[in-house]
Each structure stands twice: as structure tokens, then as C-alpha cells.
């Protein structure tokens, strides 16, 4: 709009330099910073994501903890918030869904998944990115659930490294899930709807599990259900881990080799769920 | 020499929905085509098609050269896009929405930032460029969205109704940028449903009704196809209605149609300037007083109406449909919030 312009407007297009791998890395790393400059311009999100959890965390181990009895027990909320927490974890981590489905959907809606696909950059990076982003995320929720749930009574007993590995456990499932919230985001036809489209699944799958109440009070058909979830994986591994286990662990098999059953179910949504979202990706997002 | 973009034979369907059904175009390196046509008739799936947005379900296409469908990320290193809707995030701000954009195309981040602030110069940005892109008003998203296409200078512009839903001003300020690129040597090809940006900025125009290219070449040859000029003429007096009416008709290469409440008559001639003053000098002999005459060359409005069978606006009703399935889901509703319908009926 002013005469400078001459200099600026036409020149030789600037080749790609990077190849395979490390353009894929490095055009991912350009939109994970892109996100979490997001995040930090609309902290109403992550704050929001914050509540849902220590709203559960305190709504069960005060309101329900009393009711519920764990094998081996007395009906005690101080033991419930115990066995409860690495089904908060677990819980919050694919919780993660959501913030990947509404994201994706937000950016195809305003016409920002059409800039990048006309961008020479990876085919993968703006699902990458967007999933990167969203595990920082998960793991500052995380940190701070793990200090509201310390200042309920929640306590590791069986040390530091061990916990963490629970929480390695706990992100790779989160992970793996927000690729199905990628999905879901690219499938759907608005923010809105990919919120609850995020969501709604989540709670019979949550549920369904041994996060909230011990599989042996279910009915006999769903419990091989709430076993084989990949979902009760990752909470009883991340529990034993803890050193939350209260009496002996559930003869099943997925219960009795959970972090194998949880690393495996991971990898699988992973693999699964990341190569259906390239290839929507890369075709259908016209 | 090659054409910079060349399209032979587009065609996509979506469902039921012919939206390309045969689209064939090229337009040679450093002209400006604009294509033509309402809502629905396939601009937006071709522009898709030829930034390697959308694969069509046959036909060919090279972009400076390169073929769109083998090579689609050479063709992205060489091609800048920028659509009607605005593409930048508004929780970035300017600076580095370009500057994310530069990285995207494979620049060194040093390189990106100083290109994003050049732009943003140019712009007329700079002031703005440290606010999230939120607070920004229409016209100022789409300039950033216009520069953002810039980044790396592409020898081929890709702009899908750059200024659909803009005031005028703002209107103005894109089509005085947009001329700059072409002066420089910049490949252009423009969509619009505005006859008189057309007009304005393309060498050459393709008219698109129902994924086809119905018409083809300069506004004036386009203008010249429908038939040429005619004489319009209002007198002063109603009661000299009949009289000019036979005064004008050795000259007349149709009927007359004669609109007695505003006394105004219009003939179909041929013969331009000439015929004018020869009909100025015939009505002064017969003596009758005239308020206003002019030869009238006819609209690219006009060529829609005769090429179609239907004006451009009714046809926008009555296919949006169609169009709306070419875009990314959930795209439709926010066409109406940009203020696309209000632009539509300031110009129309």
C-alpha cells in the first residue's frame, strides 16, 4: 500500500531444504509453538480443563468415597481417594480428546487447515503439532492434580520413580487418545459439535472401567469388558505403581500384566487412530 | 512461452453435484485472469484443485510448470493462496502469524521474522503487528491474510474472492495492492462474483456458470459477443417521445424500447461515436430538447445475463448449495457472518 513495495513482491520461491524426518520435526515443532502461544492467549481453557478434574477429585472422595468399599476394606474415604486417584489421572489424560477434536475442527472451520495444506510443510505436522501441544498440556494439568489430590490425602508409597513411570503410562495413553480426538475433529462439522463428539464416549468408557469402583461389583458380562478396556489398563498399572493397590490385585489377565496391556493398547490407538488422521488429512479436509 | 497455470478438463463431483464438469483454462505468466461467476459455479473448487487443496476426479494441471497432481509440494513452494475467509489465527498476532507462515515454507527462522516485518510495512501493519490478530478489523485480517500468501514471493497467486464482504475503501486499498503484484510480474488468478473487480483487474476473464467455463476472453470482447452499443436517450418533453423515436430509427439495429415515466429511449445501434453525433444533429433538426444522451456500452452484468439465460444473483440463490459442498466442513455458516450477503447486495 506504500511504494516500498517494488522491493518486496516477487522473487524466486524458496526451496525446501528439509527432507523426510526432520522436515516432519521440525514443521511439527512450528505448530506445537503455534498452540501453546494459543493456550497461553485463552487461558480459560486450560483452566477449565483443570476444574473438571478436582471438581471429580473432591466430589468423590468426599461425597462418594464413604459409599464405596474397596475389596479388603472398610467403606473409608481416606482409602477410596487412594484406589480413586490414578482413575482421575486416567480419566483427565483422555480428557485430552476433546481439546484435540475442538482445535482441529476450530482451525478446519476458519479456514486454517486450508492455509497449511497449501503450505510446503509435512502432511503430518499440523496433526503432530496439535497433539504435541496438547500432552504439555495434559502434563501441567496433571502436576496440578497430583497436588490437589496430595492435599486430600493422596499419597505415593512406593517412591519417586515409580510414580513416574505411572504418569509415563498415563501420558502415552493420553497420547495415543488425542489422535482419536484429531480424527474426530476432522471428521466433524463444527467446533461444537466436535466437543461432544470428544466427550460423549469418553464417559461409558471411563466408567466401564475399574477407575471409579472395583470391577468385582459389576454384573459378570461387563466385567470382561471393564478388564479388556484399555482404559482399566493403564489405571490399574499406574495404581500399582503408586503403591495405591489395596489387596491383591484382580486375578485377570489384563489386570495381572497391566503395563504391558497398557503400553501395547497405546501404541495400537496410536498407530491406528494417527494413520487414519494423516490420511483424512491429507484427502478428505476439501 | 508456457502458460504459468494450465487447467485441461477439471472434473469433480460431490455426490449428485457436478461442481467441475470439464474446466479447462490457462493463463499465461504475468497476466491476471479473472474467473467469473455467482456462488456454486465451481470458483472455489478450481482455485482448491489447482493449489492441491482438492484432487479432482480427472483432468490435468501445472502450476508454473509443474504438474499439480505428481508434484503437489513443489507446486505449494510456488504458489501463495489467499481465500475470502481470511486464514490466520486469531490468537497469534500479526507478526507472527507471518512469521509462522515463513517457517512453514522451510525459511530460517532469522529470514521469517524479517520478512514478516517487511510485510507488515507494506501493509501498513506495523502498528498492529504486536496485537493478537482478534482485535483486528475485517480489512485488516485480510490484508494480513493477503500478505501471509507473499511470504515467499510466489511467481503464482492464487486469490478466491479477495474482497468479498470488504467496505469500498478497504475494497480499494486490496485492488491498488493486487495491481502492484501484477506490475512486478506476478501470475494472478482471481476468483470474484463482482463483475466490475473483474473488470478492474483482469487481462482476461473466464466466465464460470455450473463447473464450466461458458465464456472466455478480454472484458471488451466479452462485451463486444453480446452485441454491441446502444444509444440512450431522454428528452425533455414526454410529448417528444414518438417523434425521437422516429428520428432515431434509421440508425435503430433493433426496436426501440421507449420507458415513457422517465422518458427514456434506447436503441440498439452500431457505429460508435460516429452514430452518436449523427443522432445528436438529426434530433436537433427536428427540434427536440434532450436532458441527457450517451452511447452505452453494455455491463459485464449485461454478458452474465446473455451468457447464463439467468442473472448472476439468482443463480447465487439458487446453487449455493452446490458450492457449500466443496468446502471443509461447517464452512457455510460463516460465509453469512462475514457479511458476504451485505457485500453481495451493495454490489449487485
Redesign the interface.
Known sequence: ??T???E???????????HGIA?TL??SW??A??NL??MT??PEIVVFGLMQPVMFVLLFSYVMGGAIQIPGTRANSSTYTQFLMAGIFAQTVTFAVAGASAGI?ED??????????????ARS?VLVGRTLADLVQTAFTLLVLAVVALLVGWRIHDGILKALGAFALLLLLGYAFSWIGALIGLS????EAATSAGLIWLFPLTFISNAFVPVSSMPGWLQALAYWNPFSATVQASRSLFGNQIGPVDPAWPMQHAALVSVAWSLVIMALFSWLAVRKYR?A?? | MAPAIQAENLVKTFGDVRALDGVSLDVPEGTVLGLLGPNGAGKTTTV?VL?????PDSGRATVAGVDVLKHP??V????G?S?Q????????TGR?NLQ??G?????SSRDAKARAL??L????LTEAMDR?AKTYSGGMRRRLDLA?A?V????VMFLDEPTTGLDPRNRL?LW??IE??VE???TLLLTTQYLEEADRLAHDIAVVDQGRVIARGSADRLKAQIGGERVEVVVHRRDDLAEAVAALAPYAKGDPAVEKNTRRITVPVSGGAKVLADVIRELDARSIEIDDIGLRRPTLDDVFLSLTGHAAEAAAEAEETGEQQ??????P??GHQDGRGEGRGKDA
Do not use: C
Not at chain 2, 505449494?76 to 504458489?79: A, E, F, G, N, W
Open positions: 500500500m506504500t516500498t513495495a517494488t518486496h513482491a516477487i522473487g524466486h520461491a524458496v526451496p525446501a531444504q528439509r522436515a521440525h514443521d512450528v505448530v509453538k503455534r502461544r494459543r492467549r485463552i475442527a478446519m472451520t476458519k479456514g486454517l487447515v486450508d492455509r497449511f495444506r497449501s503450505l510446503p510443510m505436522a466433524v462439522r463444527s467446533p484427502s479436509a476439501g | 482448491r493449489t492441491t487443496l482438492l484432487q509440494n513443489r505449494r513452494s510456488l504458489i493462496l481465500g475467509y481470511a486464514a490466520v489465527d486469531e490468537y497469534l507472527e509462522m507462515v517457517e512453514l515454507y522451510q525459511m517487511e510485510l510495512e507494506w501493509f501498513n493478537t501471509a507473499l515467499v514471493r510466489p511467481p486499498a491498488e495492492v502492484t503484484l512486478q510480474g506476478t466443496t468446502r471443509p466442513a461447517g464452512r455458516g460463516r
